[in-house]
């Protein structure tokens, strides 16, 4: 097998008695790195030094991780002007805090019969946000529910 020194330098091809002696001299682990290659390549290391850096790295790569949630906003079709401005804040409010928006449109009774109104009020809050958020689904209707996301541009 080759070997590697614990500072990185290769010491040569050797057997793995040997490899092992000089290991235990040192007071490390020997490590197989790459069993694939030929001969296979071992590493003279602190392997729980090195689990515990991994692991380090990826709690710091998991910190860094921006965490994107989804906010909720329900209208009706029968909203008012007035409303639609109350909601048109807490969606700007939201997609410039990076959050994602879905925007659920509740039809009742027979407002069902008019879907042209949820898609237009749907397309009009779309439009009304588009400089800091684009449509991510397009107005999806399910049963008795529309429902359209936008996301943080």
Request: proline content about 5%; glycine content about 6%; overall charge positive.
């Amino acid at each position: 097998m080759r070997l590697v020194g614990s500072d990185g330098s290769q010491i040569g091809i050797m057997p793995i008695s040997e490899a092992l002696e000089r290991a235990a001299a040192e007071h490390l682990d020997l490590v197989e790195v790459a069993p694939q290659a030929t001969p296979p390549v071992c590493r003279i290391m602190d392997y729980g030094k090195f689990k515990y850096m991994q692991s380090k790295k990826t709690q710091e790569a998991r910190k860094k991780q921006a965490t994107i949630q989804i906010k909720e906003v329900k209208v009706r079709p029968k909203i008012e002007e007035h409303d639609i401005a109350f909601k048109l804040r807490n969606i700007r409010r939201f997609l410039t805090q990076k959050d994602k928006t879905k925007v659920s449109l509740v039809f009742r009774g027979r407002e069902i019969a008019h879907p042209e109104l949820g898609y237009n009020l749907l397309k009009k809050i779309a439009a009304a946000v588009e400089d800091i958020g684009v449509v991510e689904q397009q107005p999806k209707f399910e049963g008795r529910h529309m429902t359209m996301v936008l996301a943080p541009k």
